[in-house]
């Protein structure tokens, strides 16, 4: 089936760190990248939608400068959270689909801001 | 998309086949109905899909009723390892690149030896 690798699966950093996490589609090429973030013991939160080549989709109340997404080519998107502060610690999740199949998810990556 | 309503939990006794319910009474003609299951601290993981028709996989069985307003998610024979949320979206198209998967609160199963 079709593999979404995420990386790291964990971060710990100080405060005001930026912080990137990469997400590949590993089997096929993803023309649609989303982002979700989830706080504990609640559901995944979509952040924004991101097509090949195209600026990111965010959603309400989600700040286009403080989580930079950029999907650059096929297989790759990469959100950047900047100046981290500990209220942007958090489980962030990537999924990517194409057109051929349903969306599928990486592992996700704890981000620990300290 | 239409949203979606799910008991927050669920026990099942290991082995015996667990039925998970969703209602979506507001979906409309062109959404699909999509089941995803989220294990702790990982991602959620494709389970299956459907737009009118019962489908099954190697992993459920979707039985979609006739008037498309609910839905049930069915593993046969639950182990341990199918404890997870599992959750019951509608989203427009199968596999085209409109819509968005939008998660409500899910379903908790708990099974149990």
């Known amino acids: 089936g079709a593999v979404v690798s995420q990386h790291p699966s964990r971060v710990i950093c100080k405060s005001g760190t930026s912080v990137k996490i990469e997400c590949r589609s590993l089997?096929?090429?993803?023309?649609?990248m989303f982002w979700y973030r989830q706080f504990p013991k609640q559901s995944l939160m979509l952040m924004a939608t991101?097509?090949?080549?195209?600026?990111?989709?965010?959603e309400q109340g989600v700040e286009k400068d403080k989580f930079l997404i950029n999907h650059a080519s096929l297989t790759l998107s990469t959100l950047t959270v900047t100046s981290a502060h500990p209220e942007d610690s958090s489980f962030y999740i990537c999924?990517?689909?194409?057109?051929?199949?349903?969306?599928?998810f990486g592992d996700g990556t704890r981000l620990s801001i300290l | 998309d239409a949203k979606t309503t799910q008991p927050p939990s669920m026990d099942c006794a290991e082995g015996r086949a667990a039925n998970l319910p969703c209602n979506h009474s507001?979906?409309?003609?062109?959404?699909?109905v999509y089941w995803y299951r989220q294990i702790h601290s990982q991602g959620p993981q494709y389970i299956i899909h459907?737009?009118?028709n019962n489908e099954t996989n190697e992993m459920a069985s979707l039985i979609i009723t006739e008037d498309r307003k609910s839905s049930t998610l069915i593993l046969p024979h639950a182990t341990l390892r199918d404890t997870a949320v599992y959750y019951c979206?509608?989203?427009?198209?199968?596999?085209?690149?409109?819509?968005?998967?939008?998660f409500g609160q899910g379903t908790t199963l708990q099974v149990k030896p």
């Open positions: 999924s990517a689909r194409d057109s051929s199949q349903p969306q599928h």
């Open positions: 089997d096929f090429q993803a023309t649609t």
């Open positions: 991101s097509n090949e080549g195209s600026k990111a989709t965010y």
């Open positions: 507001t979906i409309s003609g062109n959404e699909y």
């Open positions: 459907g737009l009118k």
């Open positions: 979206i509608v989203r427009v198209g199968s596999s085209s690149n409109t819509g968005k998967l939008i």
